[in-house]
């Protein structure tokens, strides 16, 4: 069958479409090769508005300044959890929570970091946070990952809680 011009333009492209479509399902490394990963270390004092009284539905709100390992400000955070669950016995307060870290600098980059976690509140904050890393922007536009917070210091009073947070990103090229 003969084609015109515009016709050849489109069967190649197709053809082109499938290929690639065929070698990302039969060579699944070829499209993660490109991938970036590393290792960030962020130090948080935070300041949480935790409620009272929780109640599902209930909204309450955090703020941190962020610190490279040397003491640097290198940003700030903020949040907002809502409380899903709350139990009496054992005593426990369930939320969900999204968390921006926004890094002004780290090295020579900058932007957002987007997390999302769940958070269960017996007495106090928790010992370690496990955040789900759901994008970013700029530097850290495509960013995808995991990032533990590990308590430091419990607040004190006036005095903010400290969380040391290990990111590990993945980044596509």
Do not use: H, W
């Amino acid at each position: 069958m003969r084609r015109t011009g515009g016709l050849r333009t489109a069967a190649a492209l197709c053809t082109g479409a499938v290929t690639a479509v065929l070698s990302l399902a039969l060579c699944p490394g070829a499209a993660q090769a490109a991938a970036v990963t590393e290792t960030l270390e962020i130090y948080s004092k935070t300041e949480l508005a935790v409620p009272v009284s929780p109640a599902p539905g209930t909204v309450f709100t955090g703020n941190a300044e962020l610190f490279d390992a040397a003491g640097s400000k290198i940003g700030t955070a903020t949040g907002d959890c809502t409380v899903t669950a709350v139990s009496v016995a054992p005593a426990a307060v369930t939320s969900l929570c999204d968390v921006a870290f926004r890094i002004a600098s780290l090295g020579t980059r900058s932007g957002d970091i987007f997390t999302s976690t769940v958070i269960t509140t017996t007495t106090g904050l928790p010992s370690v946070l496990n955040y789900a890393v759901t994008g970013g922007t700029n530097d850290f536009r495509n960013v995808t990952g995991d990032a533990v917070g590990v308590l430091q210091k419990p607040p004190l009073g006036p005095i903010p809680a400290e969380f040391k947070f290990t990111f590990r990103l993945s980044q596509a090229a």
